[in-house]
């Protein structure tokens, strides 16, 4: 099982936050979970009635803490590609 954590222990959590509200204001990060398997955090986020899961490498978000534009690129791609995803969506 994946262990629930704080927006306190993932690093570079305002960028991600950040990134999701310039996409749609209207988004929510409801849960964080980290992946051990993978070593990423899974962020789930809310629209009004709809779910939708990013996963996010551990790495990816330690390096952000430095600003790289590189990263920020790469992390913008992989909210995009999941948010625009009409699969990622589900009814809750």
Not at 63 to 83: F, H, Q, V, Y
Request: include cysteine; hydrophobic fraction near 40%.
């Amino acid at each position: 099982m994946d262990r629930q954590v704080t927006k306190e222990e993932v690093p570079s959590y305002e960028i991600v936050e950040e990134k999701i509200r310039e996409i749609d204001g209207s988004i929510i990060i409801l849960r964080i979970f980290y992946i051990f398997m993978h070593i990423a955090y899974k962020f789930q986020v809310i629209k009004n009635d709809k779910l939708c899961t990013v996963e996010i490498p551990r790495k990816l978000l330690e390096g952000l803490r430095s600003r790289n534009l590189m990263l920020e690129e790469e992390l913008n791609r992989i909210i995009n590609t999941s948010l625009e995803h009409s699969d990622c969506w589900n009814k809750v």
